[in-house]
């Protein structure tokens, strides 16, 4: 087509220049003659861009006519300024499909930018946030959301990439699951889900299981106590029993206590109680508590940097590191080790525990910390094992930001780490 036009506007300039050589021959004139043919292709020309002009300043209008080469760039035009408009028309129809997907989605969903301002919201944000067009887009998301929880889990989130639980700002009785995806460099989508009803069923599990905890546990410490009395009082053939009824009620007891410490840690009440902590001089004591507990089977090792502490909460810090040193010691035959590291890893404050134990199956480390989840439960039970301790440590670590991270070969060992961020580290001089 284009090759057909350019060939044929060629051949009407060569007729043109014979007809001029001619009527130059014809009359003698030649300078008249080819100027005036020249004038007149010149001011063809000019009409044509001016026609050109006046369409593209009103594109709605239909193209102009012309002829020759200038009616087929017409028509070009004409045609790529359709295909622009079919492309546009589709294009913002996508962006509307988008539009009323998003405003569509029933969680509050907004985007922010690398320095946490609001570039966008959809319909649900609207009405959850209380956030307005007209004033709220541009916003850093920490001053409309005001949350001392949201804001420090913002600030951390790209690196432990774990799901918030907080009380939605404008309404204490909504609960909502906050979730944030990096989608591009500098943008992340963050997803605020209504979980108000899985929470308040929670709420009453939870409330049910300290409940009948608590109601156990006097009951139980009568029965234990005269289980003791009776231990050393009791005719021979009876001690077996007796002995037998004690070891039941003592694992009872440790099951209940770790019942109620994890609703303690569950509870709402609990806010875990920053302070600067002494992690060196904990450790000593557990260091202590190791050695007894491994009666000198093991060969146990602490390697700790003593000028390093941690921001977080005492009791529960010491309850998790317990835990995952009893497991150590508990789970690694005689004549194995156990290594308690506490270090500075890449800036991140790190607590690990590696022994050369039996090790855990690939398939159930990520198990590993639901409640009375046992690889092997014969082993567990033997040694009076709840199945909730790691539970317990994970719940610890959730509320100080931290992650569990856990590396294990079956019959070869495995190492248990607690990663905090950097934000709790606190060196000491
Ligand atoms: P338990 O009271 O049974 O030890 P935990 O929650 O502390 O409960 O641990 C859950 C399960 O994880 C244990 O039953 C055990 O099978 C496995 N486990 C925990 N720590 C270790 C370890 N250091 N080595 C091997 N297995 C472990």
Same mark, same amino acid.
Request: charged share 20%; with cysteine; aromatic share 8%.
């Given at each position: 087509?284009?090759?057909?036009?350019?060939?044929?506007?060629?051949?009407?300039?060569?007729?043109?220049?014979?007809?001029? $050589?001619? +009527?130059?021959?014809? *009359?003698? /004139?030649?300078?008249? !003659? =080819?100027? %005036?043919?020249?004038?007149?292709?010149? &001011?063809?020309?000019?009409?044509?861009?001016?026609?050109?002009?006046?369409?593209?300043?009103?594109?709605?209008?239909?193209?102009?006519?012309?002829?020759?080469?200038?009616?087929?760039?017409?028509?070009?035009?004409?045609?790529?300024?359709?295909?622009?408009?079919?492309?546009?028309?589709?294009?913002?129809?996508?962006?509307?499909?988008?539009?009323?997907?998003?405003?569509?989605?029933?969680?509050?969903?907004?985007?922010?930018?690398?320095?946490?301002?609001?570039?966008?919201?959809?319909?649900?944000?609207?009405?959850? $946030?209380? +956030?307005?067009?007209? *004033?709220? /887009?541009?916003?850093? !998301? =920490?001053? %409309?959301?005001?949350?001392?929880?949201? &804001?420090?889990?913002?600030?951390?989130?790209?690196?432990?990439?774990?799901?918030?639980?907080?009380?939605?700002?404008?309404?204490?009785?909504?609960?909502?699951?906050?979730?944030?995806?990096?989608?591009?460099?500098?943008?992340?989508?963050?997803?605020?889900?209504?979980?108000?009803?899985?929470?308040?069923?929670?709420?009453?599990?939870?409330?049910?299981?300290?409940?009948?905890?608590?109601?156990?546990?006097?009951?139980?410490?009568?029965?234990?106590?005269?289980?003791?009395?009776?231990?050393?009082?009791?005719?021979?053939?009876? +001690?077996?029993?007796?002995?037998?009824?004690?070891?039941?009620?003592?694992?009872?007891?440790?099951?209940?206590?770790?019942?109620?410490?994890?609703?303690?840690?569950?509870?709402?009440?609990?806010?875990?109680?920053?302070?600067d902590l002494?992690v060196p001089?904990m450790l000593?004591?557990?260091?202590?508590?190791?050695?007894?507990?491994?009666?000198?089977?093991?060969?146990?090792?602490?390697?700790v940097d003593?000028a390093l502490w941690l921001r977080g909460?005492?009791?529960?810090i010491?309850?998790?590191f317990?835990?995952?040193?009893?497991?150590?010691?508990?789970?690694?035959?005689?004549?194995?080790?156990?290594?308690?590291r506490w270090s500075l890893v890449d800036k991140n404050p790190v607590f690990s525990?590696?022994?050369?134990?039996?090790?855990?199956?690939?398939?159930?480390?990520?198990?590993?910390?639901?409640?009375?989840?046992?690889?092997?439960?014969?082993?567990?039970?033997?040694?009076?094992?709840?199945?909730?301790?790691?539970?317990?440590?994970?719940?610890?670590l959730?509320?100080h930001q931290a992650r569990?991270?856990?590396?294990?070969?079956?019959?070869?060992?495995?190492?248990?780490s607690c990663v905090f961020p950097s934000s709790r580290n606190v060196q000491k001089?």
């Open positions: 087509m284009l090759y057909r036009s350019w060939s044929r506007f060629v051949a009407r300039l060569v007729l043109l220049v014979l007809v001029v $050589l001619f +009527l130059g021959l014809v *009359t003698g /004139q030649w300078l008249a !003659v =080819t100027m %005036l043919t020249l004038f007149a292709f010149v &001011a063809w020309q000019i009409y044509n861009n001016w026609k050109l002009h006046q369409w593209l300043a009103n594109s709605e209008r239909t193209p102009p006519e012309s002829l020759g080469i200038w009616s087929d760039i017409f028509d070009q035009i004409d045609r790529l300024q359709k295909q622009n408009k079919n492309h546009r028309a589709m294009q913002k129809a996508t962006i509307d499909e988008f539009m009323g997907v998003t405003n569509a989605f029933p969680d509050a969903s907004l985007v922010i930018d690398d320095k946490d301002s609001i570039t966008w919201f959809n319909d649900a944000a609207r009405e959850l $946030l209380r +956030l307005r067009n007209s *004033t709220d /887009q541009g916003q850093p !998301v =920490t001053n %409309l959301v005001r949350d001392p929880d949201f &804001a420090n889990w913002l600030a951390v989130q790209d690196h432990i990439n774990s799901q918030l639980e907080m009380p939605c700002p404008h309404d204490q009785n909504i609960h909502l699951a906050v979730s944030a995806v990096r989608y591009r460099e500098g943008q992340r989508l963050i997803v605020f889900r209504d979980v108000t009803d899985i929470y308040n069923l929670e709420k009453i599990r939870r409330d049910f299981v300290a409940n009948v905890s608590h109601e156990l546990r006097t009951p139980l410490t009568v029965l234990l106590g005269y289980l003791e009395s009776m231990q050393g009082q009791c005719p021979e053939d009876l +001690l077996p029993a007796i002995n037998k009824m004690r070891g039941q009620a003592d694992q009872m007891h440790a099951l209940l206590n770790d019942l109620l410490e994890l609703s303690r840690l569950q509870s709402e009440e609990h806010s875990p109680i920053d302070q002494d001089a000593a004591q557990l260091q202590e508590l190791a050695l007894e507990l491994s009666q000198g089977a093991h060969q146990v090792q602490f390697d003593t909460n005492p009791a529960d010491e309850s998790a317990r835990n995952l040193i009893q497991n150590a010691i508990y789970y690694t035959p005689e004549g194995g080790e156990v290594t308690v525990v590696q022994d050369t134990g039996h090790g855990v199956p690939h398939r159930d480390i990520p198990r590993l910390t639901e409640r009375f989840y046992r690889v092997g439960s014969d082993r567990s039970r033997e040694r009076g094992g709840t199945g909730l301790g790691l539970s317990i440590v994970k719940h610890v959730n509320a569990l991270q856990i590396n294990s070969e079956l019959g070869e060992g495995s190492t248990f001089t």
